[in-house]
């Protein structure tokens, strides 16, 4: 039982390239979530997906894309990054119905250049 | 309305002493209140929780007092150790809506 896993861990892009951030859950979770993590700001919910079949916006949906690709995977699309994209990024998943404890992955650290 | 405010932004506090983190909220909905655990290179993880019909809750050296007329709630690290050391983040969401709103994180240093 993996928990939730996320590739790649590291990745440098230069502005204006594109590229998905892989969450993967083996919980049977519903609810799956992106967060972006910076300095001093906490988590902000990027892009969230209630079960599979649907995705729904959070506080920073901007320059971002997802794709619910199944019950066990959610993916992370940045079309052109930016240096604002500079972060480290969090997938997470939740068992609907409770007790609402999000499993969170080991993050992906992203800079763009 | 939909803010989770938490404090201190950092905190140092010597091995064996008692760590404290407040939070605050507006949103008198929430109804689950739970603080996260995140060590450096890792995700949160979940350390405890609380429903607002309780006003303390006690897992080990860790204990949330709970206010709801000041809509306030915090957390008491009892003890602290220097494997207490982290960033913690409290947390506040309704049943009904699985977001939850994450308050900014207080990094805490335990010094031996």
């Known amino acids: 039982n993996a928990g939730v896993t996320q590739t790649p861990k590291f990745q440098v892009l230069k502005t204006g390239q594109s590229m998905t951030l892989q969450c993967a859950q083996d919980?049977?979770?519903?609810?799956m979530y992106w967060y972006r993590q910076d300095p001093g700001m906490g988590l902000r919910l990027i892009y969230y997906s209630a079960s599979e079949g649907t995705t729904d916006k959070g506080e920073v949906p901007n320059g971002y894309n997802v794709s619910r690709l199944n019950k066990r995977e959610f993916s992370l699309r940045l079309e052109s990054a930016a240096p604002s994209q500079t972060s480290v990024y969090f997938c997470a998943s939740i068992e609907t119905g409770g007790p609402y404890e999000q499993y969170f992955g080991p993050g992906t650290r992203l800079t763009v250049t | 309305q939909q803010q989770v405010k938490q404090s201190p932004q950092s905190l140092i506090v010597q091995k064996g002493g008692i760590s404290i983190i407040n939070c605050a909220y507006e949103n008198t909905a929430f109804d689950y209140f739970p603080w996260y655990q995140q060590f450096p290179g890792k995700g949160p993880a979940l350390l405890i929780a609380i429903r607002p019909d309780v006003s303390e809750k006690k897992e080990g050296r860790f204990t949330i007092s709970f206010n709801k007329s000041a809509k306030q709630f915090s957390l008491h690290i009892m003890d602290s150790q220097p494997g207490d050391s982290a960033t913690y983040f409290c947390a506040a969401n309704m049943d009904s809506n699985y977001q939850l709103i994450w308050g900014a994180g207080t990094k805490l240093i335990i010094k031996p």
């Open positions: 919980m049977n979770h519903n609810s």
